[in-house]
T-cell receptor
Framework: QQQVKQSPQSLIVQKGGISIINCAYE??????FPWYQQFPGKGPALLIA?????SEKKEGRFTISFNKSAKQFSLHIMDSQPGDSATYFC????????????FGGGTRLMVKP | NAGVTQTPKFRILKIGQSMTLQCAQD?????MYWYRQDPGMGLKLIYY???????DKGEVPNGYNVSRSTTEDFPLRLELAAPSQTSVYFC??????????FGPGTRLTVT
């Protein structure tokens, strides 16, 4: 019930292309879905997050699409740049006190120049 | 603000040795966490704390211990290190579990 499944495990995109990373969850009590970005040798950092009352959230070149009925959400990186090369983690949690973030397995993105 | 700091950055331990991974934050966050990250895997929660004096187990607590005597510090203790504990360890802190701030990590090898 707590699992978040992320795909693909790795992704290679040409500069200027669109990177798409998908996540699926089972627990319908999840109500907050953040994405974290991790550069090599660094800790993860919050990139963008969405609540299930909206279907899309955009911040610059990064967009989260959310499909509540399918229990899926995805990260789209438009005009991908070599500087976007990193590992991306989706996560989910509920509003209940004491419930921690459940992370997906991560996607290693490489953007080729 | 330094944010979340972790020491050491790297460490090699022999099987059976013990060590403490240090974590400190200067953001006055009540929540603090320890995760481990294995290659190709996500982040697994080891222990967390909701405030000074309060700690609880996460998903993978076996072989580890924590304490939280102050708001700022949350050390992770490894007793009797095993090769299965070879990993990268991240400490994080937050006002709520939803938006966590991570430290730079400690790479631990047990041989």
């Amino acid at each position: 019930q707590q699992q978040v499944k992320q795909s693909p495990q790795s992704l290679i995109v040409q500069k200027g292309g669109i990177s798409i990373i998908n996540c699926a969850y089972e627990n319908t009590a999840f109500d907050y879905f953040p994405w974290y970005q991790q550069f090599p040798g660094k800790g993860p950092a919050l990139l963008i997050a969405i609540r299930p009352d909206v279907s899309e959230k955009k911040e610059g070149r990064f967009t989260i699409s959310f499909n509540k009925s399918a229990k899926q959400f995805s990260l789209h990186i438009m005009d991908s740049q070599p500087g976007d090369s990193a590992t991306y983690f989706c996560a989910a949690t509920t509003n209940n006190a004491g419930n921690m973030l459940t992370f997906g397995g991560g996607t290693r993105l490489m953007v080729k120049p | 603000n330094a944010g979340v700091t972790q020491t050491p950055k790297f460490r090699i331990l022999k099987i059976g040795q013990s060590m403490t991974l240090q974590c400190a934050q200067d953001m006055n966050h009540n929540y603090m966490y320890w995760y481990r990250q294995d290659p190709g895997m996500g982040l697994k929660l080891i222990y967390y704390s909701v405030g000074a004096g309060i700690t609880d187990k996460g998903e993978v607590p076996n072989g580890y211990n924590v304490s939280r005597s102050t708001t700022e510090d949350f050390p992770l203790r490894l007793e009797l290190a095993a090769p299965s504990q070879t990993s990268v360890y991240f400490c994080a802190s937050s006002y709520s579990p939803r938006e966590q701030y991570f430290g730079p990590g400690t790479r631990l090898t047990v041989t």
